[in-house]
């Protein structure tokens, strides 16, 4: 059991420098200034930080719709950030309470740096694609280019490089790509930088979540190649974290909260030409197109595997199924990163989700609403993963 205690001087340098030397944060003085400055929340009130992605969507629409219990969610609008490892370093610092994070990056967070993150459910399913520049018509046309990723720990990197095996290429970092070798450099990118990036050439294609992908089609300066849901059915791209020591400390508190979230989730499903409106109106900077675009995508059988996956689809759904979890960690294990993985040598598969996991608030929320029928799961809460990168 990680210290639910606030964080320590030691701690906090540990976690930032890890953080900074997985995707890169910030300069040694802000770097020193997280490790100094006590930034604990002590207002009574849960403060929201977020990426400007859909992923984010159900705690940006739960605040739009004012779900959040008054008092225990600050009525402020949720912070922006432009990047996951600004996201997650605002976390640990306790400069924010709630965020939506990879889920990858959650390990890496508990496992690596010792934080003490602990995840209440999923935020969506899906949600993420591989999109490439015009002239680039088949996968093994990345052969000698670059591909960005949002950071190192995330299902995308996870699911591009099962995607690039399978096809007979080899991902490749801080090494120049070859043509003659079938290798793929990777190169870590904010998802803001990846359009500018493809439009100018730089990149031969970037891997992250919408609506940046549907933004590059509405510009025409690239192409969905192939979504990720394509790849691995189904899975969690961000899950839903808050700190070990408020499950404790409060969880009352936390049950309102992943009460407003599974209700905004139900209300994104229920009108997403709705949901894409209020995200567009002051939470998301991309234009309202792309953004509806993204919710609402038609069936795409032009390069679809499984169509029946309806891997186009975004979903929003909580439940965290530990099949996934495992299989993640699994996954894990087989992924080129630019950084520390002696941490995964120490993680059994069967026995992360327990520890990571803490699914007692949203088993809770589902009976409060229309029970598993209404978000589209299971009545028994299973699940057997589908990974086909072919």
Request: charged share 20%; proline share 7%; hydrophobic share 45%.
């Amino acid at each position: 059991m990680t210290d639910p205690g606030l964080f320590s001087r030691r701690t906090l340098m540990r976690g930032a420098l890890g953080l900074a030397a997985a995707g890169g944060i910030a300069g040694t003085i802000d770097l020193a200034r997280t490790a100094t400055t006590d930034r604990a929340n002590r207002t009574g009130q849960l403060r929201i930080g977020y990426l400007p992605i859909t992923d984010a969507a159900p705690l940006l629409v739960a605040h739009g719709s004012s779900l959040y219990p008054s008092g225990v969610v600050d009525s402020a609008k949720p912070v922006l950030f432009r990047s996951w490892a600004s996201l997650a370093e605002a976390f640990i610092s306790r400069r924010v309470d709630v965020v939506h994070l990879l889920m990858p990056m959650a390990v890496q967070l508990r496992y690596s740096l010792g934080s003490s993150v602990r995840i209440l459910g999923w935020n969506h399913t899906n949600g993420s694609a591989l999109t490439v520049a015009p002239h680039i018509t088949d996968l093994s046309d990345l052969a000698g280019q670059t591909v960005a990723i949002p950071f190192w720990w995330s299902i995308h990197n996870i699911a591009l490089q099962q995607l690039l095996r399978a096809h007979g290429l080899t991902p490749v970092v801080r090494e120049a790509p070859s043509k003659s070798a079938r290798t793929v450099g990777l190169v870590v990118m904010g998802p803001s930088d990846m359009i500018p990036a493809l439009a100018n050439g730089s990149i031969a294609a970037f891997t992250v979540a919408d609506p940046f992908n549907a933004a590059a089609e509405v510009r025409g300066v690239g192409r969905i190649h192939r979504f990720l849901g394509d790849v691995w059915r189904d899975h969690a791209c961000c899950a839903l974290l808050v700190h070990e020591d408020l499950i404790e400390r409060d969880p009352v508190a936390v049950q309102s909260l992943t009460d407003s979230v599974v209700s905004a989730q139900l209300q994104i499903g229920a009108d997403r030409q709705a949901a894409a409106a209020m995200l567009s109106a002051g939470y998301l900077p991309q234009p309202l197109p792309a953004i509806t675009k993204a919710l609402t995508y038609p069936d795409r059988e032009a390069g679809t595997v499984h169509p029946q996956w309806q891997p186009q689809r975004i979903g929003y759904q909580p439940f965290p199924f530990p099949t996934f979890t495992a299989a993640l960690i699994e996954a894990m294990h087989d992924t080129v990163v630019d950084g520390d993985t002696r941490f995964l040598s120490r993680l059994d598969p069967a026995t992360v989700h327990d520890d990571l996991v803490d699914d007692r608030f949203v088993r809770t929320s589902l009976t409060r609403v229309d029970g598993t029928d209404a978000l589209g799961l299971p009545a028994d809460l299973t699940r057997t993963e589908e990974v086909d990168p072919s």
